[in-house]
Structure formats: C-alpha cells, structure tokens
C-alpha cells in the first residue's frame, strides 16, 4: 500500500539546521511530484515546497533561499533541508503527494525553533 513516512523534526535553537526526511512506498517514486506543507497552532496548512519528478522546484516566498528540497529516486525519500531557522518555522511538518486522485499525507513530524 501508498505509505509515507517521515522523520528528522525536533528542536533547534535559532540560526539552527535540520533536516526532513520523507521515505515513500507503493508508487514509482520517480515520476512523482512530492511535497513539503506545514501547519502551525492557529493557522492554516500552507505548501512550503514541492519538486516535481525532473527535479525542478518551487519554494514558498517565507522560506526561498533558506530551505531546499530534493529527492533520491534510488532510496525513494524526499528531503527538506532547512537552514537558518528561525521561529517561524516552527510548526507540524507534512510530507505530501497525489496518486490517482488521493491525497497521501506522511505523519507528520515536529519542528521547534526555540532558544
């Protein structure tokens, strides 16, 4: 089945570095485009960034220049690496795609940026 499994939030003072990790399974990872959104307390999911399967990207305007995205066809994982964080940035991390019309969601994984 379509699983999307996340990892690498946590908690990282300002100025800080971390790095998502988005393993997926039960497609042809390939050829998909996938996703980074987030949602902090009070406000509303927002697209952070997306890469599609050629490997262009697109970045939210909050984030351009200090987050990047990738992927690793071979490991079937899409990254975000996230620099300079400030707070932000913190907020419940979701890992995203589309596949015959469904939404899939990863489980999302925890981002603080705190001092």
């Known amino acids: 089945q379509v699983q999307l499994v996340e990892s690498g939030g946590g908690l990282v003072q300002p100025g800080g570095s971390l790095r998502l990790s988005c393993a997926v399974s039960g497609v042809t990872f390939s050829i998909k485009t996938m996703n980074w959104h987030r949602q902090a307390p009070g406000k509303q999911r927002e697209l952070v960034a997306l890469?599609?399967?050629?490997?262009?990207?697109y970045y939210a305007d909050s984030v351009k220049g200090r987050f990047t995205i990738s992927r690793d066809n071979a490991k079937n994982t899409v990254y975000l690496q996230m620099n300079n964080l400030n707070a932000e940035d913190t907020a419940v991390y979701y890992c995203?795609?589309?596949?015959?019309?469904?939404?899939?969601w990863g489980q999302g994984t925890q981002v603080t940026v705190s001092s």
């Open positions: 890469i599609i399967g050629g490997g262009g990207e």
């Open positions: 995203h795609m589309i596949h015959l019309g469904v939404n899939y």
